[in-house]
């Protein structure tokens, strides 16, 4: 399982918003100093707004803004929105068409993964990753390995 650009991308612009969630809405520009390319983040950004994660302004004050409070958006609504639900083997997908999906006992094993992984993305709110709170320090990172 490896997430693509687009959920890359979308987290840090979706970051971004999030530290700059009081000034109102931020130009284009400014987001795309993050390393992202104007024309591809306004892609991401129009995928963001129709999952109402994003609302957006116009004119000269105009910009994207996020829709919702950092501490009400989380990782799993980002990717959701971008990727889609993230599942660790192609077998649980509903168009997979395994023969063996029916009695496969690693089939389980994956689907547990998979809810594991997607509970976890959906407890970590943007304002987790402002205050780092969800990963805890260093030295406590260091002991949960």
């Given amino acids: 399982m490896k997430l693509s650009t687009k959920g890359k991308y979308s987290l840090y612009a979706m970051h971004y918003l999030a530290e700059h969630y009081d000034e109102g ?10 390393g992202v390319p104007e024309d ?9 707004r129709k999952a109402g994660l ?5 004119g000269a ?4 803004a996020l829709a919702s409070a950092p501490e009400s958006v989380t990782v799993g609504d980002i990717l959701n ?10 077998c649980l997908s509903d ?3 395994c023969d063996r999906s029916g009695g496969c006992k690693a089939r ?5 993964l998979s809810r594991s992984i997607n ?5 970590i709110t943007l304002k987790d990753m402002l205050e780092q709170e969800a990963f805890g320090t260093p030295a406590q990172q260091k002991e949960q390995n």
């Fill in 108 to 112: 389980r094993v994956w689907d547990y």
């Fill in 95 to 97: 168009e997979s068409r």
């Fill in 81 to 90: 929105a971008t990727e889609g639900p993230l599942t660790i083997s192609d």
């Fill in 25 to 34: 809405p931020q130009p284009l520009k400014a987001i795309a100093a993050i």
């Fill in 119 to 123: 509970g976890l993305l959906d407890s």
């Fill in 54 to 58: 994003v609302s957006t302004a116009r």
């Fill in 61 to 64: 004050q105009g910009g994207y």
């Fill in 40 to 48: 591809y983040l306004e892609q991401l950004l129009g995928t963001l």
